[in-house]
């Protein structure tokens, strides 16, 4: 079936710096990639729709400077947290949307992990 | 804005037991999916729902949309320790856009 990977799993940065998170898309293409934030036992909350070729959508009260979001192909797109703070540090989760067979299915990556110090 | 409430919130059970999640809005869906989480990963997909009043069974997991299609149910049979998990329902609205629920946090004791 469909598979979506992100890239890293992990990460711990410390704060001030930018951390890039990548999402593909495996055996599909994807026009439209989105990005979660997922606190501790809470639900995924939508930050922004990647489109391929044009500039993302963000969800309200989303920083669109903080985080920045590049759908540079048909398969990837990258979500850069500049300027990290602790505050920022959360589970960072990607889906994207397969169009190609009957019925649209969307399939989440597995998350990255992020921890600022 | 399209929110999606689930009840409860939190269900320990034992093993062998029966529980049903809630999930209830006031926005109408055109379809409605239910995931599962385990810590540290991604949502799986378990079923999608698109029709008022459809029913669904995926083994000891029965889902049912409402006929307005404004909220669902997820019933689980004789529950497993590997039913252990974070379920969440989501609503399909525009855009491609799925609104996620609040989530149901289950847990089943061997």
């Known amino acids: 079936g469909a598979v979506v990977s992100q890239h890293p799993s992990r990460v711990i940065c410390k704060s001030g710096t930018s951390v890039k998170i990548e999402c593909r898309s495996l055996?599909?293409?994807?026009?439209?990639m989105f990005w979660y934030r997922q606190f501790p036992k809470k639900s995924l909350m939508l930050m922004a729709t990647?489109?391929?070729?044009?500039?993302?959508?963000?969800e309200q009260g989303v920083e669109k400077d903080k985080f920045l979001i590049n759908h540079a192909s048909l398969t990837l797109s990258t979500l850069t947290v500049t300027s990290a703070h602790p505050e920022d540090s959360s589970f960072y989760i990607c889906?994207?949307?397969?169009?190609?067979?009957?019925?649209?299915?969307?399939?989440f990556g597995p998350g990255t992990r992020l921890l600022v110090l | 804005t399209q929110l999606l409430e689930q009840s409860p919130q939190f269900l320990s059970i034992q093993e062998g037991e029966n529980l049903t999640v809630y999930c209830n809005s006031s926005?109408?869906?055109?379809?409605l999916q239910w995931y599962r989480q385990e810590p540290g990963e991604g949502p799986v997909l378990l079923v999608t729902?698109?029709?008022?009043?459809e029913v669904k069974k995926l083994k000891r997991l029965t889902f049912q949309f409402g006929d307005a299609r404004k909220d669902s149910s997820l019933h689980i049979t004789a529950a497993q320790p590997g039913d252990t998990g974070l379920y969440l329902c989501?609503?399909?609205?525009?855009?491609?856009?799925?609104?996620f629920g609040t989530g149901t946090k289950l847990q089943v004791i061997p």
């Open positions: 889906s994207a949307n397969d169009l190609s067979g009957e019925q649209e299915t969307q399939y």
């Open positions: 055996d599909f293409q994807a026009t439209t």
């Open positions: 990647s489109n391929e070729g044009s500039k993302a959508t963000y």
């Open positions: 926005s109408v869906f055109s379809s």
């Open positions: 729902v698109v029709t008022g009043g």
């Open positions: 989501a609503g399909a609205g525009g855009y491609q856009k799925v609104t």
